[in-house]
């Protein structure tokens, strides 16, 4: 089954306690996306990557780090985490293979609740 | 920058009623993508319908259509026959034709379906 993975789905931490959001997809796809919800803004992209190795800042990038060292794999690493980084985050990719439109979808992991204390 | 506003944070409507929610956006560009997404309560980011700009025909799906006027850059989302299982979170979204574009989502519209 085609998908996308994220984990943990929950997680409670404090402040300052370095954490990992791991974001896996079987589609082969190129492209992959982190995004934070938060209500009233609907949701805004923190980094993004176009293949194995090239990744860069999205809307709101600062307190987040990415790498992608694997085409399948696009882990999330806070460093630092502080309490405005409590949110909703989603995992997305899509192909840039192929004819139009079937580079347009953007297919999405389940979510992953944080909360920092 | 491209934006998305979704001016009714709010809407609700009988089941099996129409309802239509209303997205505008603002962009220079003539390449581009417009999704409507649709969040139940599982948080599930789930594609609804999708239209291209260069396209003049209005994206259907089922009991979902889209009155797209580009002119007016206005996407609106009209559910007909409405179900309680319609009743989520709905995202109005755009994207530029352009490989590796970001998706630049609206705040949402909170859908309640009444029985």
């Known amino acids: 089954e085609a998908q996308v993975t994220q984990n943990p789905r929950y997680l409670i931490t404090v402040t300052g306690k370095k954490l990992t959001v791991t974001c896996s997809q079987n589609?082969?796809?190129?492209?992959m996306s982190w995004y934070r919800q938060d209500p009233g803004l609907g949701l805004r992209q923190i980094y993004y990557?176009?293949?194995?190795?090239?990744?860069d800042k999205g809307d709101v990038p600062e307190g987040y780090k990415v790498s992608r060292k694997e085409k399948r794999n696009f882990p999330l690493i806070l460093e630092s985490p502080s309490p405005n980084q409590t949110s909703l985050y989603f995992c997305?990719?899509?192909?840039?293979?192929?004819?139009?439109?079937?580079?347009?979808?953007?297919?999405f992991g389940p979510g992953t609740r944080l909360t920092v204390l | 920058a491209q934006t998305v506003t979704q001016s009714q944070p709010e809407m609700s409507v009988q089941e099996a009623e129409t309802v239509t929610l209303s997205c505008t956006y603002d962009?220079?560009?003539?390449?581009?993508?417009l999704f409507w997404y649709k969040q139940p309560p599982s948080r599930q980011m789930i594609l609804v319908i999708r239209?291209?700009?260069?396209?003049?025909q209005n994206a259907t799906e089922n009991r979902f259509s889209v009155n797209f006027q580009k002119a007016a850059k206005s996407f609106s989302l009209k559910i007909s026959d409405s179900q309680l299982g319609d009743a989520a979170m709905y995202f109005c979204?755009?994207?530029?034709?352009?490989?590796?574009?970001?998706?630049?989502f609206g705040e949402g519209t909170q859908l309640t379906v009444n029985p």
């Open positions: 997305a990719s899509s192909s840039q293979r192929g004819a139009r439109p079937t580079t347009d979808t953007q297919y």
């Open positions: 589609m082969n796809h190129e492209y």
């Open positions: 990557s176009m293949n194995v190795e090239a990744t």
């Open positions: 962009t220079s560009e003539s390449d581009y993508y």
């Open positions: 239209q291209e700009a260069y396209k003049q």
């Open positions: 979204a755009y994207r530029k034709g352009t490989s590796g574009s970001r998706l630049t």
